[in-house]
T-cell receptor, first 109, second 114 residues
């Protein structure tokens, strides 16, 4: 089974609204990363949060980490059409980075 | 996608043929990775290399082979032993072999078996 599991699998919101995606994992981690993938393209690194951090910001992105619940959330504020993409969390398991199956985000104009 | 190139972008192969996917990086990164992505799915690790002339199997290495003769190059061969090779293949690299480093991805190669 996947180390990281994103929720929901798909999300459709109106432009300007906030989008929240969640990631749950099973084993202890040193850090958790979020990546973005536009359709048919490679992944782009968004943000890394370490296990001793609870919250991190980067522009319109806000990531939280709750190690007691083994979960993380990615919040995109004031969404734009260009935010339409798939978003993946990545965690370490057995010395490898494991990617979840992703959340497909669609922004409606 | 800057710094990592993959070629070709689209590749068609007949059943029973081996095919090699190219991955080159000019970022001076030590570690390189190959992933497979199926429609609507996440990435699965095929092989990774932490240093030149060394590589390790990932979760789905069967039917694939790699080489790492140069730091900047990490080609992936999809052999005829891979039963279901049609997929999107992504190459990535990271500065150091530490597993929790940020990975930089190429644009991908879409392989279709006819």
């Amino acid at each position: 089974s996947q180390q990281g599991e994103e929720d929901p699998q798909a999300l459709s919101i109106q432009e300007g609204e906030n989008a929240t995606m969640n990631c749950s994992y099973k084993t202890s981690i040193n850090n958790l990363q979020w990546y973005r993938q536009n359709s048919g393209r490679g992944l782009v690194h968004l943000i890394l949060i370490r296990s001793n951090e609870r919250e991190k910001h980067s522009g319109r992105l806000r990531v939280t980490l709750d190690t007691s619940k083994k979960s993380s959330s990615l919040l995109i504020t004031a969404s734009r059409a260009a935010d339409t993409a798939s978003y993946f969390c990545a965690t370490e398991r057995a010395s490898k980075i494991i990617f979840g199956s992703g959340t497909r985000l669609s922004i409606r104009p | 996608d800057g710094g990592i190139t993959q070629s070709p972008k689209y590749l068609f192969r007949k059943e029973g043929q081996n095919v090699t996917l190219s991955c080159e990086q000019n970022l001076n990164h030590d570690a390189m990775y190959w992933y497979r992505q199926d429609p609507g799915q996440g990435l699965r690790l095929i092989y990774y290399s932490q240093i030149v002339n060394d590589f390790q199997k990932g979760d789905i290495a069967e039917g694939y082979s790699v080489s790492r003769e140069k730091k900047e190059s990490f080609p992936l061969t999809v052999t005829s032993a891979q039963k279901n090779p049609t997929a999107f293949y992504l190459c990535a690299s990271s500065i150091e072999p530490q597993i929790d480093n940020e990975q930089f991805f190429g644009p991908g190669t879409r392989l279709t078996v006819l």
